[in-house]
């Protein structure tokens, strides 16, 4: 780009006849013309279009050094027009920037008023018409004037260097656009990926999907979501009630890649009911439907690693359409599929159609009592696990987030039966050995009993969409340096509206995910910079970036479950505090994290709810959530068939410890919450124990500070994180 930028002002100072003293300003102009002309790299478009996504306005440029006319408010008497030769644009204000010539010295101005007398008529020319003339005229210091003669010597030599131009007669390499930009060539030799697909288009409605190029393919997704749909007996076509308010329904497009690596893309076509138009009492009630924890994954994962279970997926096909309505919902006929002769006819639902509001809870609702009639029993402490137990001490497990299963068991011939179970009432889908569920990929290593979780191509994904993916990588998710509040917030306008451009919101919810799933490392540093989602500013986006490095250098990180040498309760926790770590109201951190059988399950990094007024009390307030947090894992192995499991849980403050075993410092701790004392009964009941260890041993240090690179990889060891 520096040579293409040089080749371009050197070409625009001897074409202009402006001295070298004028090279700064033919820089500005060669960059801002080549930000606004087409490239063969990216289709043919410019920098600037692909940037704003609008196509750049080229009626106000004009040729760098050509003459123009200024206008100006000079006195009374004076003309209204100064000869000035245009030298480029400014930057954040419309208008030109000018080399005034008249009015004794060269002045660069900057107009908005301009007229282009003769665009041809360049800045040596005016020189040399006004020494012919014999006027005065003050040049630039490093302009040559030389008047060439016609004779016709030169004009022989001329035409022959007209035959042969070097720039247009020299050899050219074969320039070769990118996979994403080439949109005429058949793509389905190549592999795609999730950045490759999301650069196909997506239709947005009916009539772009019906005149896109991929009409064929879209019109047959279509089709097989009315057959399904027909197949379900989902509506049936009525008269339209008076006075009844029909909800609308609308086509939803998406480009869908499998469970592995695919050849070609998957057209799936989505009808949906426009939710938002019903009425709460008349169109629908209850909308509450549970979804499986991701705690609850985690930890069947981890029985399945150490037990060697077999694990295995279902999908269900059009889930909501199990549901049965309790509600009369009339809808419009699908666009594009009205029936001929029935024009005047609506849609009454009988299945809960997707987009309908309590279309999840109708659909948990049918698998909920389904499952419990054959025989399982839903967890008391997450309604979406079933178990079975098939056999003295032999127990199969059910997940289920939505549309999307989970089945563990040790023999593989329970798992058919389950599967020959649910295809008798519901239309399922197959899909073998359990490799990625919810945007999380499973790795498994049978020989060695280890199961790993990773989302490499999640982080991928976010890295592309935030341009990070060449980011030079950080060994730590947050520096020590980084000291947010909110006096780093924007308090002027001018600093707002240059924030409102920033993706501050939705990256931050891309980095949340990624620490609920898998990532507890950036358990701390996300919840740093979630704290000011209603106002960011420049250093907490810098600090979003720089997780994003760290992000970067560890695409491979992830859970490891299985079993470990370390001779550990089934279930063990470490916690701790920091005291008043929140700059803006003096608020401490709550930090835990949980291992069953080895491998991490839970882990969590906040802000306490209350001011603590010591270190004993953040530190007890602390305690008091983790034990709350062992209390709900030791219910919920129990439901999965394992009883009379330790819990322990490990406090690295001896104050903390010792109150929450009796009432010593009872003066110093009576202003305390009744509430946080309840785990005083629960280690009195043995349910939950609480032991101290050492600082220097407490893994949970990572959820409430930034640490060193060496503390924090001694941490994550800790955890079995890797």
Partial sequence: M????????????????????????????????????PSSAIGMKCPMEKWSNKIPDYEHLRVFGSLCYAHMNQGNLEPRAVKCIVLGYPVGVKGYRLLKLEGGGHKVIVSRDVVAFKE???YKDVCEQQVKAGDSFEGDSGVQIEVEKDNSESSVSNQEQDEYNIAMHRPRRNVVPPMRYRDNEDLSAFVFNIAELEDLSEPMTYFEAVNSVDKEKWIDAMRDEMDSLQKTQTWQLVDRPNDQKLVDCKWIYKLKEGIEEVVKPRYKARLVAKGFTQREGIDYTEIFSPVVKHTSIRVMLAITAV???????????????????????????????????????????????????????????????????????????????????????????????????????????QIGYVKRLLMCEFDMKELGPA????GIEIERDRINRRLYLTQKSYIRKVLLNYSMESSKPVITPLAQHFKLSKEDCPVTDAEVEEMKGVPYSNAVGSLMYLMVCTRPDIGYAV??????????GKMHWKTVKWIMRYLNGTRDLGLIFGKTDEVDPMILGYVDSDFAKDLDKGRSITGYGFKVMGSVVSWKATLQHVVALSTTESEYVALTEAVKEAIWLKGFVSDLGFHNVDAVVLCDSQGAVQLSKNQRFHERTKHINVKLHFIREVIESKEVLVEQIDTTCNAADMFTKSLSGNQFQSCLTKLGIG
């Avoid at 293409?4 to 033919?26: P, Y």
Wanted: glycine share 6%.
């Fill in 435 to 438: 490799k990625k569920i919810l």
């Fill in 2 to 37: 520096n040579r293409t930028l040089l080749n371009k002002v050197r070409c625009m100072l001897i074409s202009s006849g402006l001295g070298q003293t004028f090279w700064a300003e033919a820089v500005m102009t060669a960059a801002y013309l080549v930000n606004r002309s």
């Fill in 120 to 122: 041809d008529l360049m």
């Fill in 307 to 413: 037990k060697d279970l077999e694990l295995e997926q279902l999908d269900v096909k059009t889930t909501f359409l199990h549901g049965v309505l309790d509600e009369q919902i009339y809808m419009k006929q699908p666009l594009g599929f009205v029936k001929k002769g029935e024009e005047s006819k609506v849609c009454l639902l009988k299945k809960s159609l997707y987009g309908l509001k309590q279309s999840p809870r109708q659909w948990y609702r049918r698998f909920d009592e389904y499952m419990i009639s054959n025989g399982f029993i839903r967890s008391n402490f997450d309604s979406c696990v079933y178990t079975m137990e098939y056999l003295q001490g032999k127990y199969i497990y059910l997940l289920l987030y939505v549309d999307d299963m989970l089945i563990a068991c040790e023999d593989g011939e």
């Fill in 527 to 536: 919840s740093v910079v979630s704290r000011f989602l209603a106002n960011p």
